[in-house]
């Protein structure tokens, strides 16, 4: 069978054989009317695929000869293929000649399709398509025919998801959909302004990249295909270059094409990206069916098709919700764009993405049903003459007395208020500078500042509240919540009835409320508050860039908290976005280190740390090299290299750190403190209990000069202080400050410090032989974290829990517990982390004591596998003292050797000791006193 042929049978015997067999009869019937030569042939090929459905597995046309991973085409090698159709085949390839080294998506053309002046219309195709420099088109690269006279294209290679699947999958909202597809506008515009008409957009054709980037594909290919094109019978029968259920009715026709041809099947993409499904309801889904569909059909209409549509396929919303969102200017947009006639659709795709645009921002939109307001506009233009010189009138003079009015009227209220601010300030710092012979405390201050402040603007309703939010800012970088959290309080019930109130003081105040709910731990709390201003953030963003990236980069963080990634990592591109734009380096460097934490906390550091790093780069190039945001970027990038167990790395960034912050602010500053408490912690690892000690101390006298009792930040530095003691063996005083520690945190309601502090209660308890003390707080700690997102702190508490349980004598439960810790800190750690490697080596010890001599030779191995980390090596010397003490009964003297070697070259890397010495100790003391001699 030649090509050409089997070109032309191929689509409908496919269709045939998707068909069940009273269908396939029908059809055979409508084929046979119209070519009965070929329908015969295609009842004798589907005589044999009834009697050996393999015969089809062999095609008798080789698509296309030689395409197999290793071959070689012009100076491309393929590697795996990536897709098929009935014009050929995508492979991913590499260039092969040495020249540079690229991966690409290789088309192959079947050769059938081929023609002696294909290569002078690749060359000219190449040219044209060479123009695009867009970032949302997937650029063509090369073009050419191989020696073999096999067709090819070479484009750019997209790893991404079609973006219908993309959206779904991620349950964006209407919004985020509608933004993503204007890129898609934007692509096609860029390609019609270019002379290129797509032909076969589809979501296929349309990927989005993990960055959330459109890639628009396929560019030029069904040019390609139809320069000399083949004989294209009006009936279903024919060949096409298109995907059926996106073309147009002129496309089915026959007829030329122009840029509104994709213009309509942009609307069927749109379509599908909101409702989930295609514009056409059909009895029988063959292309006879879909064709007469697309010629004479009406789409049902967005939001009855969303009404109808299954729960899970509407998703984040209802479908009766979806269906009203969809009603009125997106059911217009949509079905424009889907106009039979080209010149009733949109004029062009930027003028489809312009109409979303206006909708997005509560616009009026062009689309338009034919209403009475419609048929008016109708009557007013027939007599425009007529009206239009009194109405032009009328309408200059009303529109100049209004602005005139607004303006002045909103001019003596922005005066007024801020003179009632200034005033009010002045009077504040003057009191305070004479009221008392004692200097007031900057909290004293701001409390004697509210309660003039309800005096002296007691008439001014809006400037209260913004009083309100500037004091709730100073409270919040004081680290007092709540008190920052009952001004914020007031200050919302204020603009509940303040319905002129500015959109900046709207967003500040629901960001700064979403902030002070996430510091009390209650990040659900704070999508509550912000979640209802979204829409006006979204509307705002262009006129407030910088109050809208804020309240984009807050609400991510709380999405963040609560385990909402996805959604938390479009929020924060969103913000990233707009402070870019708007050339805030502080506010990039800001958005950056929140991706960053979001990237360590979903398992992958490392990335987290290459962002950090690229952040840092750019904040220090833009704003030179000790702006203070820096400060907070070095301490995380130590926190990631800490979890890494890299504390040589670590140390090096906390110091860094801590000299910018005591360059910035000096030694008696918050963020001096803090910087100073971080590599303390650091030096606590690294067994310099001396060091760390006197630094806790500094800090905690510090802090309690400053701050409430059972401030979560004061429970810090009394955790801080605890672990030094247990290192030190002080178990009495470790537990005297861990319970006011966790006393702290339970009062201020943040339950991942509250999960650490028990965890760390716990820990000193077993550490003391108190097991029965350690089970009740090691199961809150575990519950708590259970709770959270983070795998790996899940299997350090299992790890704990289960070692409390074996102390107990509840060997079932703890190794059920073991084996669930070492589980989720592989998937949290990484299968080479210290922290795995105590979960391994706490169940590798349980199960040798109950006899498990495969168990021994496990920890013989961990003994073995450690880096150049003292993390790892602490894990190491564990695993190698468990092992000897396991010999004590039947070989003590060698057991004892070993614990003493492990204790010497413990003692060289931790000369002041600490717990994990000491319980290496306490083995030795348990195997007897060396041997005589």
């Not at 070689?72 to 897709?83: C, D, N, T, V």
């Not at 006393?743 to 108190?770: D, E, M, V």
């Amino acid at each position: 069978m030649d090509a050409l042929h089997w070109q032309r049978i191929s689509p409908l015997l496919d269709a045939l054989l998707d068909m069940p067999p009273d269908a396939r009869t029908e059809h055979l019937a409508v084929l046979r009317a119209e070519d009965p030569a070929l329908a015969d042939e295609l009842q004798r090929l589907l005589a044999l695929e009834a009697g050996d459905a393999g015969f089809l597995d062999s095609p008798p046309l080789q698509l296309p000869a030689g395409a197999i991973p290793g071959a070689r085409l012009g100076p491309y090698r393929l590697e795996r293929l990536l897709g098929e159709g009935g014009m050929g085949q995508v492979w991913l390839a590499a260039r092969a000649d040495g020249l540079y080294e690229r991966k690409v998506a290789l088309k192959l053309l079947r050769p059938g399709l081929a023609d002696p002046r294909l290569r002078q219309r690749f060359d000219r195709e190449r040219e044209i398509l060479a123009r695009f420099a867009h970032p949302f088109i997937a650029r063509l690269l090369d073009a050419g025919i191989d020696q073999n006279g096999q067709p090819y294209l070479a484009l750019e290679y997209v790893e991404g998801e079609p973006i219908t699947s993309w959206c779904q999958s991620r349950q964006l909202d209407l919004a985020a959909r509608l933004d993503l597809f204007r890129q898609v506008c934007e692509a096609v515009s860029h390609a019609h302004a270019n002379l290129i008409v797509h032909r076969d957009l589809k979501p296929s054709n349309i990927l989005v990249t993990p960055a959330g980037h459109v890639r628009l594909l396929d560019f030029g290919i069904a040019k390609l295909l139809d320069v000399h094109p083949l004989p294209v019978e009006q009936t279903r029968t024919g060949v096409r270059a298109f995907t059926l259920h996106y073309a147009a009715p002129e496309q089915i026709r026959g007829e030329p094409v122009t840029t509104m041809t994709d213009v309509y099947s942009l609307g069927v993409v749109l379509y599908e990206l909101l409702t989930g499904s295609k514009p056409y309801r059909l009895k029988r889904q063959t292309d006879a069916e879909w064709e007469e569909a697309i010629l004479d059909g009406e789409p049902v209409r967005p939001s009855q098709a969303a009404a109808q549509a299954d729960p899970e396929a509407t998703r984040p919303y209802t479908p009766a919700r979806l269906a009203h969102a969809l009603a009125g200017d997106l059911d217009n947009i949509v079905l424009k764009a889907l106009a039979k006639r080209p010149e009733h659709r949109y004029v062009s795709a930027e003028a489809l993405s312009q109409d979303l645009l206006c909708h997005l921002r509560g616009r009026p939109v062009s689309a338009r049903g034919q209403r009475m307001g419609y048929r008016l506009r109708k009557y007013l233009h027939r007599h425009r003459w007529a009206i239009s010189a009194t109405a032009s009138v009328l309408l200059v003079l009303l529109a100049a007395l209004g602005v005139v009015a607004w303006q002045a009227q909103r001019a003596l209220r922005e005066a007024a208020r801020a003179q009632a601010m200034q005033r009010f300030v002045a009077e504040l710092f003057q009191d305070a500078g004479t009221s008392a012979n004692t200097p007031i405390d900057l909290r004293s201050l701001l409390d004697m500042g509210i309660l003039r402040g309800e005096r002296s603007l007691a008439r001014q309703p809006q400037a209260r509240a913004e009083l309100y939010g500037v004091v709730a800012r100073l409270r919040l970088g004081l680290g007092d919540y709540r008190e920052a959290d009952d001004l914020l309080q007031r200050q919302a019930r204020l603009l509940a009835v303040l319905p002129e109130a500015p959109a900046s003081l709207r967003l500040e105040a629901a960001t700064l409320r979403g902030n002070t709910r996430q510091q009390l731990g209650n990040p659900a709390a704070c999508v509550a508050f912000m979640q209802p201003q979204e829409t006006l953030a979204r509307q705002e963003e262009q006129h407030l860039p910088l109050p809208a990236a804020a309240f984009f980069n807050q609400l991510g963080r709380c999405r963040h908290a609560l385990g909402e990634d996805a959604t938390a990592q479009h929020l924060f591109a969103r913000a990233l976005a707009l402070r870019q734009r708007e050339g805030d380096d502080a506010g990039v460097a800001e958005t950056t280190l929140n991706q960053a934490q979001l990237q360590a906390d979903s398992g992958r550091p490392a990335t987290a740390l290459a962002t950090l790093r690229q952040g840092l780069a750019r904040l220090q190039k833009a704003a030179g090299p000790q702006h203070p945001q820096a400060i907070e970027m070095l301490r995380t990038a130590c926190a990631v290299e800490r979890t890494l167990d890299d504390l040589d790395a670590a140390v090096g960034d906390c110091r860094a750190a801590l000299g910018l912050a005591q360059a910035l602010h000096g030694d008696n500053h918050r963020a001096t403190i803090d910087a100073n408490r971080q590599l303390a912690a650091l030096y606590l690892d690294l067994g310099r209990l001396s060091e760390a000690e006197t630094i806790f101390l500094d800090a905690t006298a510090w802090l309690r000069a400053r701050l409430d009792p059972n401030h979560p930040d004061l429970a810090r530095a009394y955790n801080s202080l605890a672990i030094t003691a247990w290192e030190r063996g002080d178990i009495a005083r470790a537990l005297r400050l861990q319970q006011q520690a966790v006393a702290g945190w339970r009062q201020s309601g943040n339950t991942g410090l509250l999960a650490s502090g028990l965890f760390n209660q716990a820990l000193i308890l077993h550490g003391a032989g108190r097991d029965d003390e350690a089970l009740a707080p090691a199961r809150e700690a575990l519950r708590l974290r259970q709770t959270g997102h983070q795998p790996g702190l899940v299997g350090d508490s299992q790890r704990l829990l289960g070692e409390i349980l074996w102390a107990r004598g509840e060997h079932g439960a703890a190794l059920a517990m073991l084996e669930a810790a070492v589980r989720a800190t592989r998937a949290g750690f990484g299968p080479d982390h210290s922290h795995t490697r105590r979960a391994e080596i706490a169940l590798a010890r349980a199960r040798a004591l109950q006899g498990d001599q495969g168990a021994v030779l496990r920890l013989q191995r961990l003994a073995q596998a450690h880096g150049d980390s003292l993390e790892q090596r602490k894990a190491a010397w564990l695993a190698r003292a468990y092992a000897a003490a396991l010999g004590c009964a039947q070989q003590p003297r060698q057991a004892r050797l070993a614990l003493d070697a492990t204790l010497t070259d413990m003692q060289l890397a931790l000369p002041e000791g600490g717990a994990l010495p000491r319980e290496v100790q306490q083995l030795r003391a348990r195997c007897g006193a060396p041997a005589a001699g």
